[in-house]
Protein backbone atom coordinates (compact mmCIF):
# COMPACT_ATOMS: atom_id res chain seq x y z
CA UNK A 1 0.00 0.00 0.00
CA UNK A 2 1.50 3.18 -0.83
CA UNK A 3 1.91 5.62 2.15
CA UNK A 4 0.36 8.98 1.79
CA UNK A 5 2.65 12.17 1.96
CA UNK A 6 2.41 14.56 5.05
CA UNK A 7 0.26 17.33 4.35
CA UNK A 8 2.31 20.38 3.56
CA UNK A 9 3.35 23.05 6.56
CA UNK A 10 4.85 25.81 4.52
CA UNK A 11 3.96 26.73 0.72
CA UNK A 12 5.72 29.17 -1.64
CA UNK A 13 3.67 31.35 -3.50
CA UNK A 14 4.00 29.63 -7.16
CA UNK A 15 2.83 25.90 -5.04
CA UNK A 16 0.03 28.14 -3.77
CA UNK A 17 -1.49 29.31 -6.93
CA UNK A 18 -0.92 26.17 -8.26
CA UNK A 19 -2.41 24.17 -5.34
CA UNK A 20 -4.38 26.33 -3.31
CA UNK A 21 -8.15 26.12 -3.31
CA UNK A 22 -8.65 30.27 -3.93
CA UNK A 23 -7.02 29.87 -7.53
CA UNK A 24 -8.79 28.83 -10.45
CA UNK A 25 -6.22 29.06 -13.64
CA UNK A 26 -3.78 31.30 -12.01
CA UNK A 27 -7.06 33.95 -11.25
CA UNK A 28 -7.64 34.10 -7.25
CA UNK A 29 -11.18 33.88 -6.34
CA UNK A 30 -10.93 33.74 -2.35
CA UNK A 31 -12.29 36.45 0.00
CA UNK A 32 -11.68 40.20 -0.49
CA UNK A 33 -9.69 41.15 2.19
CA UNK A 34 -7.32 38.32 3.33
CA UNK A 35 -3.86 38.83 5.13
CA UNK A 36 -0.99 36.18 5.37
CA UNK A 37 2.27 36.17 7.04
CA UNK A 38 5.36 35.17 5.08
CA UNK A 39 8.99 33.77 6.30
CA UNK A 40 11.78 32.18 4.83
CA UNK A 41 12.51 28.56 4.82
CA UNK A 42 11.65 25.66 1.90
CA UNK A 43 8.24 24.82 0.46
CA UNK A 44 6.92 21.46 1.52
CA UNK A 45 5.39 21.01 -1.93
CA UNK A 46 7.88 22.18 -4.51
CA UNK A 47 11.39 21.74 -2.19
CA UNK A 48 12.61 24.95 -3.11
CA UNK A 49 15.03 26.28 -0.32
CA UNK A 50 15.27 29.88 0.90
CA UNK A 51 11.84 31.02 -0.68
CA UNK A 52 9.13 33.52 1.35
CA UNK A 53 6.55 30.67 2.38
CA UNK A 54 3.36 30.33 4.31
CA UNK A 55 0.77 28.02 5.73
CA UNK A 56 -1.34 26.33 2.93
CA UNK A 57 -4.67 27.87 4.89
CA UNK A 58 -3.24 31.24 3.33
CA UNK A 59 -4.62 29.67 -0.07
CA UNK A 60 -7.31 28.31 1.36
CA UNK A 61 -5.61 24.87 1.27
CA UNK A 62 -4.45 22.34 -0.80
CA UNK A 63 -7.09 21.58 -3.62
CA UNK A 64 -7.75 17.27 -4.10
CA UNK A 65 -4.58 15.66 -5.49
CA UNK A 66 -1.68 17.89 -4.53
CA UNK A 67 -0.12 14.72 -3.13
CA UNK A 68 -0.31 12.91 -6.55
CA UNK A 69 1.31 15.87 -8.42
Given at each position: ??????????????CG????????KG?????????????????????????????????????????NK
Amino acid sequence: MARRKTYPKWVCHPCGVTYGKWYEKGDYKGPSHYYSTYHMDTCDLCGTDNVSVTEPRDYGGLVAGWDNK
